[in-house]
Each structure stands twice: as C-alpha cells, then as structure tokens.
C-alpha cells in the first residue's frame, strides 16, 4: 500500500570527476528506482558534463564500519551508514531524552 | 595566512566575490549556447537560400523553442519532486539557449537592426511562428507537462537530427548541440510516461488524459510550410512531414510500453489553411505572450 | 549519567575543541542532535522557499539573457535545498517529515523570504544584499564542525557568490539604465535594507542559543558580528551603485573601525517570524499546494519501481 507520505528511498552518489580518478562521494538524493537515480544524479552533481562516470547505490545497502575502532571487526556492529547508536526519530513532542 | 594560502582555501567564498565581474561569465551564460555559436550567428545567408526564408524558419525553430521553454519554466517551485526542479529548469534552460541563438540569427539575417530580445519581447501574437503544442497551457497538471514534451521533444530530435546537416551554419551548430540536449528531454518524458501510464490507476488515467489534451496538436507538426518547402529545397531547413514515421514509431514503442493507447482525435482544425507557422495560434499564445513581454514592454529604452 | 556515555562525551568534546569534524555515525549529545537538524532543515526550507520569491520573476524577466540567468539561480536553489535535507538525513531524520514540518508551519525559514518581490529590481536586490547577508551567514558554516553540513556549505557557498555577482551586475545595469530604473532600484533597496539586517537573527542580547551553539562548534560568530561584517561590506557597494541606504544613523566610526547603523525594527522582525509577515501564508500554501499536486506523481513512481523490481525477481525465479 502507498501513501501520498512514503518517501523515494535515499541513494548516495559518487563520480568520476576525470579519468584517472578514483570515484568520490559527492551527495546524495532521492528517486524511485536505480534509473531515476542515475538520470537526477547527473542534472544535480554535474550538470550533465557527459565526461564523468556516476555511480548510485541505495542507502539502506551500504555497510559501515563502526566510527569506534575498539569494536571488534566481526561484531554485528557493521551497520547502515547513517546509523547511530541513538538513531530514532524524535517525535516534536517529546521533551529532552 | 600567505596569499597563496588564501588562494587554496576552498571555504573562502569572500575571494571570488572580489573578483571582477565578467559580462558574460560561463557559467552565468548556462544555457544559453552563445560561446560556442557567436562567431556564425553573422555568417553569410548560403546560397540558393531567401533571405527572408531563412529568418522566417529560424523565427519558426526559435519561438518553438522560447515559447515551451516559457511553459515548462512555469513549473518551477511547482515540481512534484525537488529533484524533478532541477530536471524542469534544465530542459527550459535548453530550450531557452536554442531560441536565443536562432532569434539572435534570424534578427542578424533579417537585416533590420533586431536583436534576440527585440524579437522576444516586441513582436505581437501574429508575428509568432511557433507551433499550438508550443503555446499549450497544461494548469501545472504534471500528466499534461510530460505528454507535451513527450510529443514535443520527440518531434524536435528528429527535426535537429536532420538539421544537423543544414548548409546554414548557426541552424546546424543549434541542432548539434541541441540532438544531446534534446535526446535528454525525450528520455525523460519517455522515463516519466512510463511511470504515469503503469504507475497507479490514477497515474494511468491523468496520463492518458493529458495525451489527449496534446494530441489534437500534433497534426500540425507534420504540415510543411511554403518557406520550409523551399528551404528544403536549398538546404537548409528539413520537411517536418519526413519526420512522421520517426516520431509515430517512438510513440508507438513508449505508449505501447507504458500501457496507454494512441489517441485517436482528430487534428486542431486551421484558420482557413493557416495555422501556428503562418502566425495563426490559439487564444493560449496572448496570455503567454502577456506574461513574458510585459515588464519589458513597459520600460522601452531600459537596459537590463 | 553512565560512564560510557561520560566517555563518549568527552571524545565529542575533544574532537570539537582540536576544530575536526564530527561525522555520521559519531556519538553525539542529543541537543546537538537536534539543534542540528533543526538549524539545517530551516536552511534548507529557506532555499526551497526562496525559490519563489524570484521564481516570481522568471516568465517576465525582461531579456533572454536575464531570464537564463534567473533560471538558472533559482535551479540553484533548488539544488541547495537538497542537498541540505541530506545534510539533515544523515542525522536521522527524512525529507518527507521535514516538509511535512514545513508547510504544517511547525518549522521556520529565513524571515526574508516573507517578504514580497514587487519590481525587477527586486532581482537585483536579493541577489546583492539578501545572498549577501546569506553568505556572510554562510561562509562560517563551511568550518561547522558537523562534517555532512560543513561539505553542503562549501558547495552552496561557491554557487552563492555567482548569486550576488549576478545581482549586483543587474543592478550595476539597471543604475546606468533610464531614470525609471534608478528609482526601481532604489525603492527595492528602501523596502530590503532592513529586512536583510534582519537575516542575522536577534541581536546578541536576546540570542539565548548562540554561546552552546559556538561551543558546539555550529556557529562561529555572534548575530551581531555577522551583522556587522555585512554592513561594512554593503557600504561601499552602495556607493558604487550610487544607492542610499536607508538608515540615517548610518555612519563610519574611526574608533571602533567599523560603521555605527541604526537599530532594526525588532517588533517587526518577531511578527514575521511568527507568521504575520507579509507573505507568510502565500509562501507556505505555495508550497503545500505543489507537494500536494504532485503526491500522485510520486505515488506513481513508486508503484512502477515497485513493478520493475517484481518482474525483475520474477524473470530471475
């Protein structure tokens, strides 16, 4: 079931400014599908300069390390990539937790 | 902190505003294809080709482009979407910069002292040469907005495709530049009918709605005017009827695709055999013509 | 408070005071959290709804070339605002709930943007003294110490400074144009000298939130030195233009090294603030009205994805 209040899911973008270069994080936006993606990440990050390699990748497919290098490697600390260890959202109402 | 330093420092947004300003700074021209066209908008007419004629089609080519580019630009802080803002305002800056070079050519072949913005802003609706899908109003009704550039953009790329070749040599650099430019707005009205036509029920139906609000337009795409019959002739303008086949078999492939059927309504009738390229339009062109000419018609002598 | 949050805490704090940057996935103090994100989204809503104010302008601009150029700002903006709510996402919220929050009127923007664009000097003008006053603001921020905000900063700065350069152009034109147009020109000035003052918040007194912002490393001068700052650049710049501003107790004062101006009218800018301005409600129904009118059209996007994916697992079973 959609509603009119389900968001496009999130996609970081990384590009090839030039050959030579290794791909770099430049931003990130929101689309439907890998194709929207692609297509709005090259109106937004480069303006269509049609030299540059893009790559999109979903979000909520990232793994991360754990900013706390004391974590051990394999714990199941590997997480999404803008996960917190109080990552929730805050309803407005709720005063200082 | 060395100068040099200061040079580096990429967080240093005050340096550039010391700089000096440029007229016509590149990025502030986005758009508007002048640095890669100034030089032949003053080369010669070619020959076998009128003069006249020539100003007409580039008049014909250029408001198609200036007055979609109006409607589309009406989109803007309208958008479904922020990202959709910046797809909308690039495919009108496109279009824009098109019109800007081929108005700037037909005022240089015209010969009568008109620039660009004299043509833009002081011609009346009579003077226009644009198609009606041009001048269509679509009420921000997003299924409208994408069956518009849909047909228009796809229509357009094969017109440019062909003028690549044109012995005139600014109508040729525009359809060069213009193919990439335009096979990006084809995409993404094709992308976007996809969605609207097999999306939800309510996209499908506002998608077939608004094909059938363009489509009593389209007929008109395809009638070739006397000028463009004899430019055709002398090289220089392609004959939009060839263009039929092309155009019917891209739509045919995305309706088919996005699920939604080929309209079947006839064609906008014309004012006694004259239609938009012979400055016959609908009621639609005066209120955009309104919009756009009245700040500037209202300050004749200013300079901006 | 347990010992390992005293120990994250004082890892933040450490990170802050040696000036690095506190990233994503870092432990943070929750009111830095949340000051965050709300002192970003109202950012990035102020870009989205500075888009219409010149947005306005775009179908009458008065020459082609005017008209690229406006296009193109207000493209910018729209960038702007984007990349801002993902500045904002990485802190845990979504774009949808912060433009729920905004045309709810539950979050601010920029006080500037409810007032009205009336003449095409306006354009002028927003781009000199209003992205001039945002980037004083903004220019700051590029040290945030928050590391997603501190990235979007850099990027918008640089696009902001073609803003004002544009602007100023318009109105060095516009100034060297017919009598008409001198007075457009300083009319516009008239009706925004002190609504940009305003821009830099409430004066330093009545700014409870500055000194644990500058702590956090989110703010790096008070309201009113930024205040000032802008002054001092809009002097000159309105000599030039051969523009008065409109403050009489405007003048230079050799011993502080920096101009005395006359006081904004605060009444006012709270009234604005808390939604009597003169195009509060226009603003923010303008934009319900256009993510209303296009939920259908992201509904559909999402329904078709949802399709792909399925037909995709599908030909792969």
């Known amino acids: 079931m959609t509603t009119g209040r389900r968001t496009w899911p999130l996609y970081e973008v990384f590009v090839r400014g030039k050959r030579g270069l290794n791909h770099v994080h430049v931003g990130s936006l929101h689309a439907a599908d890998d194709e929207m993606a692609l297509h709005n990440a090259r109106d937004v990050y480069t303006r269509r300069n049609e030299g ?29 990539v803008y996960r917190h260890p109080t990552f929730y959202a805050i309803p407005d109402e709720v005063p200082h937790l | ?138 009420d921000l009704d997003f299924g409208v907005a994408v069956a518009r550039l849909l047909v228009f953009s796809t229509w357009r ?118 239609a938009g390229r012979q400055g016959a339009h609908t009621e639609a062109l005066g209120h955009v013509l309104d919009r756009l000419q009245s700040l500037a018609r209202a300050h004749p002598g200013a300079s901006w | 408070m347990p010992e390992e949050t005293q120990a994250l805490e004082a890892q933040f704090d450490a990170t802050v005071a040696a000036d690095r940057r506190i990233e994503p996935r870092d432990w943070m103090p929750e009111g830095y959290r949340k000051t965050l994100i709300r002192q970003i989204a109202q950012h990035a809503h102020s870009e989205i709804i500075g888009m219409q104010p010149e947005g306005n302008w775009i179908l009458r601009a008065p020459s082609l070339r005017r008209k690229a150029i406006l296009l193109a700002k207000v493209q910018d903006e729209a960038g702007h605002g984007m990349y801002l709510y993902a500045a904002a996402e990485t802190l845990g919220v979504d774009r949808e709930d912060l433009t729920e929050r905004l045309i709810d009127s539950r979050q601010k923007y920029s006080s500037i943007f409810n007032y009205p664009a009336l003449s095409y000097a306006d354009i002028g003008v927003i781009g000199w003294l209003v992205d001039g006053a945002a980037i004083c603001n903004q220019v700051p921020l590029c040290r945030c110490s928050y590391g997603p905000y501190a990235r979007a900063m850099i990027r918008i700065c640089k696009e902001e400074s073609f803003h004002q350069r544009q602007g100023y152009e318009l109105l060095l034109a516009m100034v060297n144009g017919t009598d008409t147009q001198r007075e457009m020109v300083q009319e516009s000035v008239n009706r925004w000298w002190w609504p940009s003052l305003m821009m830099f918040g409430p004066p330093d007194g009545d700014s409870p939130n500055t000194q644990q912002s500058m702590a956090w490393g989110i703010k790096r001068h008070t309201n009113d030195e930024l205040r000032q700052r802008f002054v001092d650049m809009s002097v000159p710049q309105a000599a030039a233009l051969g523009v008065t501003l409109p403050d009489p107790d405007l003048r230079w004062n050799a011993d502080r090294g920096a101009h005395d101006y006359g006081e904004p009218d605060w009444a006012e800018f709270k009234a604005v603030i808390s939604g009597s301005g003169p195009a509060n409600a226009q603003r923010v129904a303008h934009r319900r009205r256009a993510h209303d009118n296009g939920a259908w059209v992201r509904e559909a996007a999402q329904a078709y994805a949802d399709k792909q994916a399925a037909r995709t697992k599908e030909a792969a079973a």
């Open chain 1, 52 to 80: 540059v390699s893009i790559w999109v990748v979903r979000a909520d497919l990232i793994t991360a390390s754990s900013p706390d290098e004391k974590d051990p490697f394999f714990a199941p600390s590997a997480d999404k």
């Open chain 2, 1 to 138: 902190m060395s100068p040099h330093a200061q040079e580096q420092d990429p967080t240093n947004a005050y340096q550039s505003l010391s700089e000096t300003t440029e007229h016509d700074d590149p990025r502030w021209a986005f758009g508007s294809g002048f640095e890669d066209v100034q030089a032949e908008i003053e080369a010669p007419v070619p020959d076998g080709a009128d003069a006249a004629d020539l100003a007409e089609y580039c008049l014909m080519l250029g408001d198609d482009a200036l007055i979609c580019s109006h409607r589309v630009s009406e989109w803007v802080s309208n958008a479904p979407e922020l990202e959709e803002e910046v797809a909308l305002a690039n495919t009108a800056l496109d279009l824009l910069g098109q019109a800007r070079v081929l108005l700037s050519r037909a005022g240089h072949v015209e010969g009568a002292g008109r620039d660009e913005d004299a043509l833009a802003y002081l011609r009346g609706e009579a003077e226009f040469r644009n198609v009606g899908l041009a001048e269509l109003g679509d």
């Open chain 2, 157 to 274: 790329l094969a017109l440019l495709s062909r003028l690549r070749d044109s012995r005139d040599p600014v109508v040729a650099a525009v359809a060069a530049k213009g193919v990439k430019e335009l096979t990006y707005h084809r995409d993404w009205a094709a992308r976007w009918a996809l969605r609207l036509g097999d999306g939800t029920d309510e996209s499908h139906r506002r998608m077939q709605a608004g094909l059938e609000t363009v489509w009593p337009h389209v007929e008109e795409l395809f009638r070739t005017s006397d000028v463009e019959r004899r430019l055709v002739d002398a090289g220089v303008a392609t004959d939009p009827a060839a263009t039929r086949e092309e155009v019917d078999a891209v739509l045919d492939q995305v309706l088919a695709a996005a699920t939604l059927t080929r309209p079947t309504l006839p064609g906008r009738g014309t004012l006694g055999g004259r």
